[in-house]
């Protein structure tokens, strides 16, 4: 059973660029949430979305946008990037349907902004 | 506001002794409660959970006990091996619905150094 894919895995961007990153669930789950990983900060919820809703949103500014597509496959972009965005950014795929689940992630892309 | 805490930055324990990784919390309405591990450069990876209906859940070397009236979970690993050396994160959800879906809410992570 294939597991979450994350592309592309290291990603270096120009402060002021755009940023897309990509997500591919583990097949049957709905549910795809994305996750920020700074030192300082730690592991921060950005959003989270089901049957291509976005269900949850955290607390970061609308530079940060995603969205799902009718196959679970999610997009998160990140506009007008800047240094502080650099950061592993995670993706967790579950069923969606209990809290209970471990969700599951991916190897994370690693976004590095000069 | 920090809903999770992870007061030990670092633990180092013998291998095949215990290894105890403490988590508190604030937020009453956690119903969930997770452990992760995690390696630089790779995602977490989730090893044991326990609903707030519980007080132990057991798998394997793994243990989570929950004591919800002092807000407090604990990770038992016993033995404890070298290959367990890794960062643990605590993490919590409320899965109340409406606006709780998929929301994981992390402390900052323990440092387990396992010795040979």
């Known amino acids: 059973k294939a597991g979450v894919t994350q592309t592309p895995r290291y990603l270096i961007k120009t402060r002021g660029q755009q940023v897309t990153l990509s997500c591919s669930p583990i097949?049957?789950?709905?549910?795809v949430s994305w996750y920020q990983q700074t030192p300082g900060q730690g592991l921060q919820f950005l959003f989270e979305?089901?049957?291509?809703?976005?269900?949850n949103k955290g607390n970061f500014p609308g530079r940060f946008s995603g969205r799902q597509f009718s196959n679970s496959r999610s997009e998160m972009n990140v506009s007008t990037l800047e240094l502080g965005d650099s950061a592993l950014y995670l993706c967790?795929?579950?069923?969606?349907?209990?809290?209970?689940?471990?969700?599951?992630f991916g190897s994370g892309t690693r976004l590095t902004v000069v | 506001d920090q809903q999770v805490k992870q007061n030990s930055p670092s633990l180092s324990v013998q291998e095949g002794r215990i290894s105890i990784l403490n988590c508190d919390y604030t937020?009453?309405?956690?119903?969930?409660f997770l452990w992760y591990k995690k390696y630089p450069a790779e995602g977490p990876t989730f090893l044991i959970s326990?609903?707030?209906?519980?007080d132990k859940n057991e798998d394997g070397r793994f243990t989570v006990f929950l004591n919800k009236s002092a807000k407090h979970l604990s990770l038992h690993i016993v033995p404890s091996q070298p290959g367990d050396s890794a960062v643990y994160f605590c993490a919590a959800s409320a899965y109340a619905g409406g606006t709780s879906y998929g929301k994981l809410t992390f402390g900052q992570g323990t440092i387990l150094t396992v010795h040979p």
């Open positions: 937020n009453s309405m956690f119903d969930y």
């Open positions: 097949s049957g789950h709905r549910s």
């Open positions: 979305y089901f049957s291509e809703t976005q269900r």
């Open positions: 326990i609903s707030s209906i519980k």
């Open positions: 967790a795929s579950s069923p969606g349907t209990s809290g209970g689940y471990g969700y599951t």
